[in-house]
């Protein structure tokens, strides 16, 4: 997981760099996060970053409360999705048990769930039109 939250800052980076045409602003609640304190690591993604690495952008979050939030500016009108988890002890990865089972309190948009694995591309995915909107997330 530690990969993953260097792609999601260099996607972060990169969409700063990039501004788009008819760009819309997305702002992202995250509530109910039992732990004060470490890092919430957020994921953007589009169907076809889904199930990869590659987030089209992100943020990590410090945690300070029950509640985060966090806009990204300038994103192109389209479906997007979020994954992202708590890092409560700050070691940047998401931690497990032995098999595999995440240890970390971790949230999908549409308040999604998967089974044996991530959210289904179809349960996470929300629209972001050229107004732009807001979407939140309740931690599992």
Do not use: C
């Amino acid at each position: 997981m530690k990969r993953s939250s260097q792609l999601i800052a260099a996607a972060f980076a990169a969409a700063l760099i990039a501004p788009i045409a008819n760009a819309s602003d997305l702002t992202i609640n995250i509530e109910g996060i039992k732990d004060a304190g470490g890092t919430i690591n957020l994921g953007l993604f589009d169907e076809a970053t889904y199930n990869g690495d590659g987030a089209v952008n992100g943020a990590n979050l410090i945690v300070e409360g029950d509640a985060v939030t966090v806009t990204f500016d300038g994103l192109e009108p389209g479906e997007y999705a979020v994954r992202l988890f708590h890092d409560v002890n700050d070691d940047g990865e998401m931690n497990t048990n032995p098999f595999g089972m995440p240890t970390e309190p971790y949230a999908f948009s549409n308040d999604a769930r998967g089974r044996f694995g991530p959210a289904k591309w179809e349960a996470a995915k929300f629209t972001v039109t050229a107004d732009g909107g807001t979407h939140t997330i309740t931690m599992q």
